[in-house]
């Protein structure tokens, strides 16, 4: 089977288990790479050696993608029974490094809020108040609203709850009387804004970028709830190792913990 036909296949099925866009983009563009350098029913072990190794200049995480998506393709691939074996099972691991989430600062938030508009206070409060993600920002239609709450429909087309604070609230009535029905952020023709747009329309706006603005909600929320549950259903994470990697600990939580392990002897 040639490559095009079989990523016409695959490309179906990823269609079909609902994954959404962004992951059957990412997963095919790294499976056509691969295509590119060898015939896909017919790799073996070696040659996808020699395809890793030929990323080493890229970054770790990105490279972790890379050899994620090649091995749920050749999964779907061996259970499609389109090659015998599944050549990615020797090829180990590439380990991630954990780095500090980089976190807007509550100054610079506040700083940006007074000098906005109501669309890019709107944008800036829903990244920074209501920890949705980049897409979901952009996506978002009067529709999903109701009353403090909002539907929302996020990474991996899971659906949740997200609750509104007041300031969030009363930003979106504002635009909701400016704009009447359709997305609260629409694009200049038809249709809501690109996420490219939001991105740097917030990043003008603040000088962060809007997953910053995502973590530092999170750490503002834990910190004032110290419920993990509760944060990891309002950002939409799967696990909760997701959730605690997004928290970042100020000062004042470090020298607790260090102030904690002062051993109290009675007299």
């Known amino acids: 089977m040639q490559n095009d036909e079989i990523i016409a296949r695959y490309t179906s099925w990823l269609s079909a288990t609902g994954r959404a866009d962004g992951t059957i983009r990412l997963r095919l563009t790294h499976v056509r790479r691969l295509g590119r350098r060898v015939q896909l029913t017919l790799a073996a072990e070696e040659h996808l050696e020699a395809a890793l190794g030929a990323t080493r200049h890229l970054a770790r995480d990105t490279r972790h993608s890379i050899l994620?998506?090649?091995?749920?393709?050749?999964?779907?691939?061996?259970?499609?029974?389109?090659?015998?074996?599944?050549?990615?099972?020797?090829?180990?691991s590439i380990s991630v490094p954990?780095?500090?989430?980089?976190?807007?600062?509550?100054?610079?938030?506040?700083?940006?809020?007074?000098?906005?508009?109501?669309?890019?206070?709107?944008?800036?409060?829903?990244g920074r108040y209501a920890c949705l993600r980049l897409?979901?920002?952009?996506?978002?239609?009067?529709?999903?609203?109701?009353?403090?709450?909002?539907?929302v429909r996020g990474k991996g087309d899971k659906d949740r709850i997200v609750y509104l604070n007041d300031d969030v609230l009363a930003a979106l009535r504002v635009?909701?009387?400016?704009?009447?029905?359709?997305?609260?952020?629409?694009g200049?023709?038809?249709?809501?804004?690109?996420?490219?747009?939001?991105?740097?329309?917030?990043?003008?706006?603040?000088?962060w970028n809007p997953h910053a603005l995502r973590h530092a909600g999170a750490t503002a929320a834990y910190r004032a709830t110290r419920d993990?549950?509760?944060?990891?259903?309002?950002?939409?994470h799967s696990s909760l190792a997701t959730t605690q990697r997004y928290l970042h600990l100020d000062d004042d939580a470090m020298?607790?913990?260090?102030a904690g392990t002062i051993i109290s002897i009675a007299a």
């Open 255 to 258: 020298r607790a913990a260090a």
């Open 228 to 236: 993990l549950r509760a944060v990891q259903a309002m950002l939409g």
């Open 175 to 186: 635009r909701e009387r400016e704009l009447g029905d359709g997305f609260y952020f629409p």
């Open 98 to 126: 954990v780095r500090m989430p980089r976190v807007a600062p509550d100054r610079a938030i506040a700083g940006a809020l007074r000098g906005a508009d109501s669309r890019d206070c709107a944008l800036v409060m829903l």
């Open 68 to 92: 994620a998506s090649w091995r749920v393709f050749y999964g779907w691939a061996v259970a499609k029974r389109l090659v015998l074996a599944d050549p990615t099972i020797s090829l180990g």
């Open 188 to 207: 200049e023709t038809e249709g809501h804004l690109h996420p490219q747009s939001v991105h740097k329309i917030i990043k003008r706006v603040t000088g």
């Open 135 to 151: 897409t979901e920002i952009t996506t978002l239609h009067v529709d999903q609203r109701d009353g403090e709450r909002l539907h």
